[in-house]
């Protein structure tokens, strides 16, 4: 007597094996970056706005929240560099900017009162 074996189905009404244990889990999602990126936006913000002499708080807060990037997020460690760059770049401006300005208002003024007797500048 000959064995004969089931007949194979054919490829249309195959049924597929059962996904693996891990079917059911999402890919890791990257680490978030949201200090990193702000540290970015407000560096940014502060060089440009140094440029005409307002963007100080801008620098400081660019500078404030990429040191806190490197500390809280190592995965987004260029950007926060990007960002410290920025604000220091920012910073330095602005402080320029302070001397120039402070210096044309300053100078003159005592040059005034010295002018008028009140001899300040005369030791």
Same mark, same amino acid.
């Given at each position: ?18 996904? +693996? ?21 407000? #560096? ?12 100080? %708080?801008?620098? *400081?807060?660019?500078?404030? *929240?990429?040191? %806190? ?17 920025? #604000?220091?770049?920012? $910073?330095? $401006?602005?402080?320029?900017? #302070? ?6 208002? %300053? $100078?003159?003024?005592?040059?005034? #009162?010295?002018? %008028? +007797? ?6």
């Amino acid at each position: 007597m000959a064995t004969t074996s089931p007949p194979e189905p054919d490829a249309g009404t195959r049924e597929f094996a059962a996904p +693996g244990p891990y079917a059911g889990y999402a890919p890791a999602s990257a680490p978030p970056q949201t200090l990193s990126i702000l540290a970015l936006v407000f #560096g940014v913000v502060g060089l440009i706005a140094s440029v005409v002499a307002v963007g100080l %708080l801008f620098a *400081l807060a660019a500078v404030i *929240l990429g040191h %806190l990037t490197l500390k809280r997020e190592p995965a987004a460690r260029s950007m926060a560099i990007a960002g410290l760059a920025t #604000g220091y770049a920012g $910073i330095a $401006i602005s402080v320029v900017w #302070g001397i120039v300005l402070l210096a044309t208002v %300053l $100078i003159p003024l005592l040059a005034v #009162g010295a002018f %008028l +007797g009140g001899g300040a500048l005369v030791g």
